[in-house]
């Protein structure tokens, strides 16, 4: 090959291998030159406007601002004692809801969010946190309140009735769920009057059920009605996992307001009593053998109303035998087959009221009209 064929073949050789890295770099580079054009002449979608909110939402919006500030996320402490050490240390506990229950710094709660804890705090949807006291705790209620610096004003939750309540209506749960604070769910009244057992093995009566989402947090926080009102506490779930099922439970308002006024003046609860003795282990055997659904007297008190009304206790004859005395069959015309059942019925008084009984006696059914006196209050001595 001369010269001058060899130099064309070089230039030749030289164009191909140019084309060729040309052809591999614009394929390398469509990728981004397509995303640098799209880059370049995409815009934001306009917004579709949706008009006005519904009116049930707009309503639900007003209940939550209106209301949201009067809930309070509750945490507890307890201390624990290192063993070689001795040294004492402060851990978390647990947490809970509460609500303002008045203008003199009084928070209700359930007792089980503050049950053997060694201090409790109460945080407000604004970030302020103060430390509570222990004011008085009904357990049988579930039910517990705080108190907290007076100087701290909050308008307390509006109070709501729970003896109209109708299985159906709306209802609206605020608390703090998983430590979630300040949530909002809503559905409704699913059932009434329903009981549930307690951690000590006792019953809670008359609780509302509802499928408003009830979760570990949300304890002692507010049931609310379409109005705003107050009329539940709520109090647990009905979960094999833990987490809501569409079943939860809260304390009506209208046992709220019978025990924590008491809570906040005495530190306690005394239920409305007949000043008799029973014993649910007892009654349950010797209802069977008897064959009633009732509850046995088994001891009238001196100087109850029970024994002014002239109530019979139990005996033994001279053989050894039980002798059955009174058995209630009911309290102002509603069954009543169990002890919880009864004292559930009497709560629903107030000490000093007189009841209306159905009482069993030698095979006969009588009336007999009994004062209720506060429970624990002084008897006279037996004569």
């Known amino acids: 090959m001369d010269k001058n064929g060899g130099d064309a073949y070089l230039r030749r050789l030289k164009w191909t291998v140019a084309a060729i890295i040309l052809v591999i770099a614009a394929w390398q580079l469509a990728p981004m030159a397509t995303r640098l054009f799209w880059r370049e002449t995409a815009v934001p979608r306009a917004v ?228 008799i003795e029973v014993d649910q282990r007892v009654n349950e055997t010797a209802a069977e053998n008897l064959g009633v659904k009732g509850v046995l007297v088994l001891r009238v008190r001196p100087g109850s109303g029970a024994q002014a009304a002239g109530l019979k206790g139990a005996r033994f004859d001279r053989e050894g035998s039980f002798i059955p005395g009174d058995i209630i069959l009911k309290v102002e015309g509603k069954p009543v087959d169990s002890v919880p059942a009864l004292l559930s019925r009497l709560d629903d008084f107030r000490p000093g009221d007189t009841v209306k009984l159905t009482i069993l006696r030698d095979g006969k059914e009588i009336e007999s009209g009994v004062a209720l006196q506060a429970e624990g209050a002084a008897q006279s001595p037996e004569r």
């Open 48 to 275: 579709t406007p949706r008009g006005d909110l519904a009116a049930d939402e707009k309503s639900t919006i007003d209940l939550f601002e209106r209301s949201k500030d009067a809930v309070v996320f509750i945490t507890t402490t307890q201390r624990v004692v290192e063993f070689w050490s001795r040294n004492i240390f402060t851990i978390p506990r647990g947490a809970g809801s509460g609500f303002i229950w008045d203008d003199k710094g009084h928070v209700v709660t359930n007792f089980h969010v503050i049950a053997g804890a060694a201090e409790a705090r109460v945080r407000f949807s604004d970030g302020k946190e103060l430390t509570a006291t222990l004011v008085g705790a009904s357990p049988m209620h579930d039910l517990a309140v705080l108190r907290i610096d007076t100087g701290v004003k909050r308008a307390p939750v509006p109070l709501g009735t729970s003896a109209d309540l109708k299985v159906g209506q709306k209802v609206y749960a605020i608390g703090n769920p998983f430590g979630l604070d300040w949530t909002l769910t809503t559905g409704i009244v699913s059932a009434l009057d329903r009981s549930l057992k307690g951690d000590d093995n006792g019953v809670i009566e008359h609780l509302i059920q509802t499928d408003a989402a009830i979760n570990p947090g949300n304890s002692g926080g507010p049931l609310l009605d379409s109005a705003g009102r107050l009329i539940g506490v709520n109090t647990a779930i009905y979960s094999p996992s833990g987490a809501s099922a569409g079943v939860g439970f809260a304390v009506p308002v209208d046992t709220v307001n019978r025990v924590v006024p008491q809570l906040i003046a005495k530190g306690r609860y005394a239920r409305p009593a007949l000043g």
